[in-house]
């Protein structure tokens, strides 16, 4: 979920969760490994097995997958919004029925709501791991109608930082809390030393405005 988490092949991750992380937790005694991006089945995949330990990312029925427990505070909430182009005819959703025809990129893997399930939508499915971005240029080529995304976040940063003009339409749907999951196969200490010092970090508003800075810097994005 950029700008959350940014990726490239072979790299640890970035982006604002892990400056956020570096600034407010990692003084704190807490040590962090950042790996390299992957796929969202991989990733589950990976927490399982207990070569992931912590998730920083997880939505809706994440927190159930066998062998992970989701930890017991969210840091941010979010709408689902759509990415349409600057000239698309869609100006508003008070509905998800007005989403019957289009063609919109999704990610997947994850399960989508039943109302968008029965929204009579065409959803085009993305598993790369940069699949938000690739969802954009989808837009942007022409070859779906719309790009769904969770959040309001990363449609703005991804959209500024590749040029891609788009507008974003709010959806009528509850707002998305996101939280972290961890591996029950983690070393259980150092899963509660970071239990008690992110979620001191993340309480209240600090991490929202920091995110807020982030997602309207673009390129220049605060370090």
Excluded: C
């Excluded at 330990?53 to 427990?69: F, N, Q, S």
């Excluded at 025809?101 to 929204?119: F, H």
């Excluded at 837009?139 to 703005?156: H, K, V």
Aim: hydrophobic letters at 45%; proline letters at 9%.
């Amino acid at each position: 979920m950029t700008p959350l988490i940014v990726g490239e092949p072979g790299k640890p991750l970035r982006g604002a969760l892990r400056d956020f992380l570096e600034r407010d937790v990692v003084p704190a005694g807490v040590p962090l490994q950042w790996m390299p991006p992957t796929t969202v089945p991989d990733s589950l995949e990976s927490l399982q097995d207990g070569s992931l330990d912590v998730l920083l990312i997880a939505t809706g029925e994440a927190g159930r997958l066998p062998g992970t427990a989701a930890f017991d505070w969210t840091y941010l909430h979010t709408r689902p919004h759509l990415a349409v182009r600057s000239d698309s005819p869609l100006q508003a959703v008070q509905s998800l029925d007005q989403l019957a025809g289009l063609d919109i990129g999704w990610l997947a893997g994850p399960t989508l709501s039943p109302g968008l399930m029965k929204s009579g939508a065409r959803w085009h499915l993305v598993k790369v791991p940069d699949w938000q971005a690739e969802n954009l240029r989808r837009l942007q080529a022409g070859t779906i109608d719309a790009a769904y995304f969770e959040n309001e976040y990363s449609p703005r940063y991804l959209a500024l930082s590749a040029s891609i003009p788009v507008r974003l339409i709010r959806l009528p749907m509850p707002p998305r809390a996101v939280f972290m999951i961890y591996s029950l196969k983690a070393d259980k200490a150092a899963v509660a030393r970071f239990d008690r010092v992110a979620k001191a970090a993340f309480a209240g508003r600090r991490f929202r405005d920091f995110l807020e800075r982030y997602a309207a810097g673009g390129p220049g994005r605060p370090r």
